[in-house]
C-alpha cells in the first residue's frame, strides 16, 4: 500500500466524478473493495467506503441496478429517480479524496465530481431514451452492457495509469457532447411529428 501522489488523487476524483453519473452503487462497491482487499490505498475521506457494511449495502445495490438497468423504460424510470442521488454523490465521492481538510482541493474536487457525474448522467439518460423508442431490447442490453464494462474500465485506468485516464476522460467527454447534441436533435424532430400528428387529428375528423 502506497500513498497517492496529487495526479493519482487527481484522476481518482475524476473517475469516481464521472463513473457515480453512470454507475454510482458499482463505483462505490468497487472502489471500496479494492480498498479493503489492499489493492488500492483510499484517501482518509474514502475509508468508509471499504467498511463490510458499506460493501454489502453497495453490493446489493449493485445486483439490483444491473437488472433494472437491462429492462427497457425501467432504465429510465431508475435513472429519474436517481437523478438527484448520482450528481450529489458524485460530487461528494470526488470531494473525499481530499478529504475535508483540503481546503481549495476539497472544493475544486466536488465542481469537478458533480459536473462529470451530471454530463455523464445526461448522457447515459438521453441515449437510453432514444434506445427505448425501438421495439426491440438488444439496443437497450447492448448498451447497459457497455456502459457496465466502461465503468469497470475507467476506475481500474484511473488507478493504474492517471495520466491515460485523463486522455481518455478527454475522449468520453467529447463523444458525450457530441450524442447530446444529436440526440437531442432527434428528441425535437420527434416532439415535432407527434406535434403534427396531434394538430392535424382534428382537422381530418372535421373534413
Known amino acids: 500500500m502506497q500513498s497517492l501522489d496529487l495526479p493519482a488523487l487527481a484522476a481518482l476524483a475524476a473517475a469516481l466524478g464521472w463513473a457515480s453519473g453512470v454507475r454510482l452503487y458499482a463505483v462505490v462497491f468497487i472502489v471500496g473493495a ?61 470531494a473525499g479524496v481530499f478529504g475535508l481538510d483540503g481546503g481549495v482541493m476539497t472544493l475544486l474536487a466536488a465542481l469537478m465530481g458533480g459536473s462529470l457525474s451530471a454530463t455523464a448522467l445526461a448522457t447515459k439518460m438521453t441515449a437510453r431514451a432514444a434506445a427505448n423508442t425501438s421495439p426491440e431490447p438488444f439496443s437497450n442490453w447492448l448498451l447497459s452492457f457497455f456502459e457496465d464494462g466502461l465503468v469497470v474500465f475507467m476506475v481500474w485506468l484511473a488507478t493504474q495509469h492517471p495520466l491515460v485516464f485523463a486522455v481518455a ?38 373534413v
Request: charged share 10%; with cysteine.
Open 169 to 206: 476522460l478527454a475522449l468520453v467527454l467529447a463523444v458525450s457532447v457530441l450524442l447530446l447534441v444529436v440526440l437531442f436533435r432527434f428528441a425535437r424532430a420527434v416532439l415535432r411529428r407527434l406535434g403534427a400528428l396531434v394538430s392535424s387529428g382534428p382537422a381530418k375528423e372535421v
Open 34 to 94: 479494492m480498498g479493503w482487499l489492499g489493492w488500492l490505498p483510499l484517501p482518509p475521506g474514502l475509508t468508509l467506503l471499504q467498511h463490510p457494511a458499506v460493501l454489502v449495502g453497495s453490493g446489493v445495490m449493485l445486483c439490483v441496478e444491473f437488472f433494472a438497468d437491462k429492462l427497457p423504460w425501467l432504465d429510465s424510470l431508475w435513472d429519474a429517480l436517481h437523478a438527484f442521488i448520482r450528481v450529489p454523490a458524485g460530487a461528494l465521492l470526488a
